[in-house]
């Protein structure tokens, strides 16, 4: 089993769920999130006064799938969150030991 944690921009939620929708991901956790990367967040100017806002607003998932779904998986947050624009996001893909359903007891990938 592996989890797949991307961090992308909030407006490409709904394109991401649907992608992996499309796949037949069913379920997936939602995190709000703050975060920069290179770009350091910005500047912005409000009332006439500049505010440096460093922590943009960003939208973390993560699935944890079978093995044989990564890659498809993969493709499809990388297709449906691109925008081309600095800050569309990254992919983590890290191994999972093992997975418990709390209601039922099943282990490994029954959980998932």
Request: glycine share 10%.
């Amino acid at each position: 089993m592996k989890k797949i944690e991307a961090i992308i921009k909030p407006f490409k939620l709904d394109e991401v769920k649907e992608a992996l929708h499309e796949i037949g991901l069913q379920g997936i956790t939602v995190i709000e999130a703050k975060g920069f990367g290179r770009q350091k967040g910005h500047t912005e100017l409000y009332r006439g006064a500049e505010y440096v806002v460093d922590f943009l607003p960003k939208v973390k998932l993560e699935v944890v799938l079978e093995d044989e779904l990564v890659e498809r998986a993969v493709e499809a947050i990388q297709t449906a969150a691109h925008t081309g624009r600095i800050g569309d996001g990254k992919i983590f893909i890290t191994t999972v030991e093992t997975a418990i359903r709390i209601r039922t007891g099943e282990t490994g990938n029954d959980a998932i």
